[in-house]
C-alpha cells in the first residue's frame, strides 16, 4: 500500500461520503467466531465525534467519486469539477482491518458513485465485502449501499457479507425528483429495497427451520432523504417516511438538513443556512413514531403541515390536545405516560417500577429526572399542588418557553424577540 | 455501642467481608473505609476488617437472590466508581435489600437505590467511553498497546468485550491513574503491572517503541477524521459534550500533526 497515493484517496473519498448521515453500528448479531477479527453482536459505539458533533463510528468512505449521473443535490454529481479518485479493492480492505484493529472503528461504510453501470458497481462493493469476511475472518460491521438498479442475484450476494444495506431515496417525493434528478427514476431506488426486504423475510422464516441458515443483512436496511432542498413541507416528509418504515420494514430512515454545494438555481444557495432544527424536529417525530406509540397523522396532517419550531412536537401535540391532560402519573398507563411533555421513555419506566412502592410526589419525579418545567402542566401526582388555573395553550407555551432557554437560541431569535 | 469504623482492602471481596462483618455483629452505626482513604472519625473506633473469600461469597450470593440481575449488576459497577463514601451508600442500600421480602431494586423513590443507580449510570458511562476511546498503537513486539485513565476503575468492566473483540492479536490495556493493566496473549487476558522508563510520554507515538506503520495510520486515521467533518454543520459544544476534553490527550485524531 502506497501511503501517499492512499492518503490522497482517503481526503477525497471521505469528503464525499460524509454527506451519508448513517453510523449506526447496531443491530447486528454477528459474533466472533474462529478466533477471528471483530464483533458485531453489542450495541454500537461511536469511536469518535467529527466537530460538527456527529458520531464517528464506521470508515464511511466512497469507492470511487466518478459518477455518471448529475443529480443537482449531490457532490459527486458528473457536471461538478472536483477531483476524482478511485480505490482499489485491496485498498479498501487493508484500511478497514487496520483502523479496526487499533480500535479506531466498527467497521465499514461503503458507498460509491456509479460508473460503467448499476451491477458493475455493486459488483466492486460486494467484492470488498466478501474480502473482508472471507480472506480476513473479519466479523465487525459492514454497511453497504444498494445501487439503484442493481440486480437481485447482486443484492443477494450482498446481504450475505453486510450486515446492513441502504439505498437513500434522497428526494421525499416523485415530482421533486424529477426535478432534480432526471435520470433517476424512484423505481430503481424501490427495486433493490423490496429484493432485501423479501430475501431478510426469508431468511427469519428458514432460520426457525435450519440454524445454520446463513445471515441476511441481520441489521435490516434503512434509507435517507434530504431536507430542505426540493421545497416538501414536513407532513409530505413524515408521511413517505413512515411509508417506508410500514411497507419495507427499515429500521432507519435518516434526516439530513440540505447543505449547499453547487450554484444551481434549483435549490437554495451556497452560504444559505443548514436546516438543522428543523432537521431535530423531524428526528423526535421519528421518535415519536417509534417509540413513544404516536401515529403519524396525529403530529401531522392536512390541519398542520409543518412542525413547530419553537417547541418540540410532542408538546406541540400535546397544546392541541389539552382535554387529555392532566395524567395522574400514579395511575396511568405506559401510553398515556408517554405522551406527557418533559417524560422520555427512561422516565417512564422509571416511573412505572417506582409507584409499585410508594405513591410519586413532585421530589420524587424530579430525582427520577422528569423535566418538570414542561411536564408539570400536564400532570397531577401524589400532591396537593398542581396547576390548577385553567390556562390556554398559547399561555403555557408562553411560561414553558420563558423558563426555559434553547440550544438553538440563535435560530429561534427573531421569535423571541417578540417576547423581549 | 460505639460506631465503629470498618477498614478494608480495597477490594470488592474485602468489602464484602465488612459488610458480613455488620451483620454477625448486628452493628447500627459502622462506616466502612478503604484502607487508602481512611479518614479518622471523632467517636468511632478502628476495626480492620481481613479478606475472607468464603463471607464474600455468601454474602454476594444473598444479595443476588434478593436482587434482579440488573440490581446485583449496579451495585458492582458503583462500587467501581470509587467515590468517597460509597461503601456506605452500598451498605445502606444491602441493609434495605435484606430488609424487605420483596426485590427492591427498582425502588427508585428510595434515596440510596437511586443514587446507586446514578453512580452506576456514570459508572457504565466511563466503561462504554473506555470501549470506544481505547487507541491501540502498535508496538515493535506486535503488541497493540493503549494506555487509560479512566474517571473510575472500569478495567475489570471492559476486559471481556475487548477479548471477543481482538481475538487474533495481542493487545495490552494499562490504567496509568491505577498502575495496572490487562494482557491478553492470544489465549487469556492477564492481570499485570508494567515499569515504564522515567520520562515515558503516553501521549507521544515513539519509534523506539512503535512499529514503522504505525505512524502512518495514524495519519490517515487524522485525514480522514478531519475529512469527514462539515465545515458548515460545526458544533463545538456538542463535540465536547461527546467527548470531554479529558480524554483529549490520548486520542490519536486529537493529536497535533
Redesign the interface.
Same mark, same amino acid.
Given at each position: 500500500m502506497s501511503?501517499q497515493r492512499?492518503?490522497e484517496k482517503?481526503?477525497i473519498l471521505?469528503?464525499a461520503?460524509?454527506?451519508d448521515v448513517s453510523c449506526s453500528s447496531s443491530g447486528s448479531k454477528r459474533? !466472533?467466531t474462529n &478466533? $477471528?477479527?471483530?464483533?458485531a453482536? $453489542?450495541m454500537g459505539?461511536?469511536?469518535?465525534?467529527?466537530?460538527?458533533?456527529?458520531? /464517528?463510528s464506521l470508515? &464511511?468512505i466512497l469507492l470511487t467519486n466518478h459518477c455518471i449521473f448529475d443529480c443537482a443535490y449531490c457532490v459527486t454529481r458528473k457536471s461538478n469539477d472536483v477531483k476524482r479518485a478511485a480505490f482499489k479493492v485491496q485498498e479498501v480492505v487493508d484500511?478497514t482491518i !487496520?483502523?479496526y484493529?487499533? !480500535?479506531?472503528i466498527e467497521g465499514l461504510f461503503l458507498s460509491s458513485g456509479i460508473f460503467k453501470s448499476a451491477d458493475y458497481t455493486m459488483e466492486r462493493l460486494v467484492a470488498v465485502a466478501k474480502k473482508l469476511r472471507q480472506e480476513e !475472518?473479519f466479523n465487525g460491521y459492514i454497511h453497504l449501499k444498494s445501487i439503484p438498479g442493481a440486480s437481485d442475484e447482486l443484492m443477494r450476494e450482498a446481504g450475505l457479507y453486510a450486515d446492513r444495506l441502504s439505498v437513500n431515496i434522497e428526494i421525499p417525493t416523485e415530482a421533486g425528483l424529477k426535478k432534480l434528478a432526471p435520470d433517476k427514476k424512484r423505481e430503481d431506488f424501490i427495486k433493490p429495497m423490496v429484493k432485501v426486504k423479501n430475501e431478510i423475510i426469508q431468511y427469519n422464516a428458514e432460520k426457525k427451520i435450519i440454524k445454520s441458515t446463513p445471515k441476511f443483512a441481520p441489521a435490516g436496511q434503512s434509507t435517507q432523504m434530504i431536507i430542505g432542498a426540493s421545497g416538501e413541507n414536513d407532513f409530505q416528509i413524515m408521511q413517505t417516511s413512515n411509508h417506508f418504515y410500514k411497507n419495507y420494514n427499515l429500521k432507519r430512515v435518516y434526516y439530513s438538513?440540505y /447543505?449547499?454545494i453547487s450554484y444551481d438555481s434549483r435549490l437554495p444557495q451556497i452560504g444559505s443556512e /443548514?436546516p438543522?432544527l428543523r432537521e431535530n424536529r423531524l428526528y423526535q417525530t421519528d421518535w415519536l413514531m417509534r417509540f413513544y406509540g404516536f401515529d403519524v397523522s396525529e403530529i401531522l396532517n392536512e390541519k398542520h403541515q409543518n412542525l413547530d419550531l419553537d417547541v418540540d412536537p410532542k408538546l406541540s401535540w400535546a397544546l392541541r390536545n389539552l382535554h387529555e391532560f392532566p395524567v395522574d402519573v400514579n395511575t396511568a398507563d405506559q401510553r398515556m405516560l408517554a405522551r406527557i411533555p418533559g417524560l422520555g421513555m427512561k422516565s417512564v419506566f &422509571?416511573i412505572i417500577?417506582?409507584r409499585?412502592?410508594?405513591k410519586?410526589n413532585w421530589e420524587?419525579l424530579k &430525582?427520577?429526572g422528569v423535566a418538570l418545567n414542561r411536564a408539570q402542566y400536564f400532570m397531577v401526582c401524589e400532591s396537593n399542588q398542581f396547576e390548577k388555573r385553567d390556562l390556554t395553550p398559547e399561555k403555557i407555551k408562553g411560561f414553558i418557553l420563558q423558563n426555559s432557554t434553547s440550544?438553538y437560541q440563535k435560530t429561534l431569535s427573531n421569535q423571541l424577540n417578540l417576547f423581549g | 455501642m460505639t460506631a465503629k469504623n470498618l477498614i478494608y482492602d480495597g477490594t470488592f471481596d474485602g468489602f464484602l467481608s465488612a459488610v458480613f462483618y455488620v451483620f454477625e455483629h448486628k452493628l447500627k452505626t459502622v462506616t466502612i473505609q478503604n484502607e487508602f482513604t481512611v479518614q479518622q472519625g471523632l467517636f468511632s473506633e478502628n476495626e480492620t476488617i481481613h479478606t475472607n473469600e468464603a463471607k464474600a461469597n455468601r454474602v454476594w450470593k444473598g444479595i443476588k437472590s434478593k436482587l434482579s440481575s440488573q440490581g446485583s449488576y449496579q451495585l458492582y459497577y458503583a462500587f467501581l466508581s470509587e467515590q468517597s463514601g460509597v461503601e456506605d451508600l452500598l451498605l445502606d442500600y444491602i441493609q434495605y435489600t435484606f430488609s424487605q421480602y420483596h426485590k427492591?431494586d %427498582?425502588?427508585?423513590?428510595?434515596p440510596s437505590i437511586?443514587k446507586i443507580a446514578q453512580i452506576a449510570k456514570s459508572v457504565g458511562r466511563e466503561k462504554?467511553r473506555m470501549?470506544?476511546?481505547?487507541?491501540?498503537?502498535?508496538t515493535k513486539d506486535d503488541i497493540?498497546f493503549?494506555n487509560i485513565e479512566p474517571d473510575f476503575n472500569v478495567l475489570p468492566l471492559i476486559e471481556k468485550?475487548f477479548k471477543?473483540?481482538?481475538?487474533?492479536?495481542k493487545w495490552v490495556i494499562y490504567d496509568i491513574k491505577r498502575n495496572y493493566g490487562m494482557f491478553y496473549d492470544?489465549k487469556n487476558v492477564e492481570v499485570m503491572q508494567m515499569d515504564f522508563p522515567d520520562n515515558f510520554d503516553f501521549t507521544k507515538t515513539n519509534d523506539a517503541f512503535f512499529a514503522t506503520?504505525e505512524f502512518?495510520?495514524q %495519519?490517515?486515521?487524522q485525514?480522514?477524521?478531519k475529512?469527514?467533518?462539515?465545515?458548515?454543520? %460545526?458544533?463545538?459544544?456538542?463535540?465536547i459534550?461527546?467527548?470531554p476534553k479529558r480524554y483529549w490527550k490520548y486520542?490519536?485524531?486529537k493529536q497535533p500533526i
Open positions: 501511503f492512499t492518503q482517503l481526503k471521505a469528503d461520503a460524509k454527506y459474533a !466472533n &478466533k $477471528g477479527l471483530g464483533d453482536t $453489542g459505539i461511536c469511536h469518535s465525534y467529527t466537530e460538527d458533533g456527529r458520531c /464517528v470508515l &464511511k484500511l !487496520n483502523f484493529r487499533r !480500535n479506531y !475472518n438538513g /447543505v449547499p /443548514v438543522m &422509571k417500577n417506582a409499585r412502592f410508594r410519586l420524587h &430525582k427520577i440550544k | 427492591v %427498582k425502588d427508585y423513590s428510595h437511586l462504554h470501549e470506544a476511546f481505547v487507541r491501540f498503537r502498535l497493540y493503549a468485550h471477543r473483540r481482538y481475538a487474533d492479536q492470544l506503520q502512518e495510520f %495519519k490517515l486515521w485525514d480522514y477524521f475529512a469527514t467533518n462539515i465545515e458548515s454543520r %460545526k458544533n463545538m459544544k456538542l463535540h459534550r461527546h467527548i486520542l490519536s485524531e
